[in-house]
T-cell receptor, first 112, second 115 residues
Framework: GENVEQHPSTLSVQEGDSAVIKCTYSDSASNYFPWYKQELGKRPQLIIDIRSNVGEKKDQRIAVTLNKTAKHFSLHITETQPEDSAVYFCAAILSNDYKLSFGAGTTVTVRA | SAVISQKPSRDICQRGTSLTIQCQVDSQVTMMFWYRQQPGQSLTLIATANQGSEATYESGFVIDKFPISRPNLTFSTLTVSNMSPEDSSIYLC????????????FGPGTRLTVL
C-alpha cells in the first residue's frame, strides 16, 4: 500500500509569517492528494486537494504544490492567523483505489 | 458536501463490553469508511463498509473485533467488541463525495474511553 511521510511534526510560526508542511509518498500510482485540518476536538476538515495532472493549486491564503517526479507535495499557508493553529494531515490515494493513506500530522501553532 | 452524523458522540465503557457506533448520511453514498484515531495520532483505516456485502478490513483489523453493518446507502454501524483500554480512541466514519468525486468527508467522531 501507499506510505506517506509528513514533516515537520510540529511547527511554530509568528502571526503573519508563512508555514510550509511537506509530505512524500511512495507509490507513483497515487494521483489524488488531499489536506485536512483538524482543530482540537473536531473532525478533520478537507481544506484543499490536488490531483496529479496539476502542479499547483491555490485557495486564498493556502496553496498546495505537487512534484510527481520527486513524489512529494507541500502545503503553504501565507499570512498565518491564530485560527490557523491546528493539526494538519496530508494524505494520498492510489489511482485505482479509494483508501486514504494519511501522514502522521503536523501540529501548527501560530503565535500572536 | 454530505451532512454526516454519528451516535454516540462519546461514551465511557467497561472492559469486556461492546459498543455500537452509528453513522448516518443525509444522502446516498457508495463508499463509507471507518477510521480510528488514537490519542495524538493520525487516522488509520479500519474497514470499508460495503452495502449488501461484508466489509473489507485493513491489515490488523478483524471482523470479530470490529463487526460492521451497511444495510443501505445512508447508514452504517461499527461495533467495538470485547473492549479493552487499548480500544480507547476516536472512531470516525467518512464518505466519498460520489459520482467520481474523490473527496472524503468525515463525521464528527465518537470518543470512546474504556476503563
Amino acid at each position: 500500500g501507499e506510505n506517506v511521510e509528513q514533516h515537520p511534526s510540529t511547527l511554530s510560526v509568528q502571526e503573519g509569517d508563512s508555514a510550509v508542511i511537506k509530505c512524500t509518498y511512495s507509490d507513483s500510482a497515487s494521483n489524488y492528494f488531499p489536506w485536512y485540518k483538524q482543530e482540537l476536538g473536531k473532525r478533520p476538515q478537507l481544506i484543499i486537494d490536488i490531483r496529479s495532472n496539476v502542479g499547483e493549486k491555490k485557495d486564498q491564503r493556502i496553496a498546495v504544490t505537487l512534484n510527481k517526479t520527486a513524489k512529494h507535495f507541500s502545503l503553504h499557508i501565507t499570512e498565518t492567523q491564530p485560527e490557523d493553529s491546528a493539526v494538519y494531515f496530508c494524505a494520498a490515494i492510489l489511482s485505482n483505489d479509494y483508501k486514504l493513506s494519511f501522514g502522521a500530522g503536523t501540529t501548527v501553532t501560530v503565535r500572536a | 458536501s454530505a451532512v454526516i452524523s454519528q451516535k454516540p458522540s462519546r461514551d465511557i465503557c467497561q472492559r469486556g463490553t461492546s459498543l455500537t457506533i452509528q453513522c448516518q448520511v443525509d444522502s446516498q453514498v457508495t463508499m463509507m469508511f471507518w477510521y480510528r484515531q488514537q490519542p495524538g495520532q493520525s487516522l488509520t483505516l479500519i474497514a470499508t463498509a460495503n452495502q449488501g456485502s461484508e466489509a473489507t478490513y485493513e491489515s490488523g483489523f478483524v471482523i470479530d473485533k470490529f463487526p460492521i453493518s451497511r444495510p443501505n446507502l445512508t447508514f452504517s454501524t461499527l461495533t467495538v467488541s470485547n473492549m479493552s483500554p487499548e480500544d480507547s480512541s476516536i472512531y470516525l466514519c467518512s464518505v466519498e463525495g460520489g459520482q467520481g468525486v474523490r473527496e472524503q468527508f468525515f463525521g464528527p467522531g465518537t470518543r470512546l474511553t474504556v476503563l
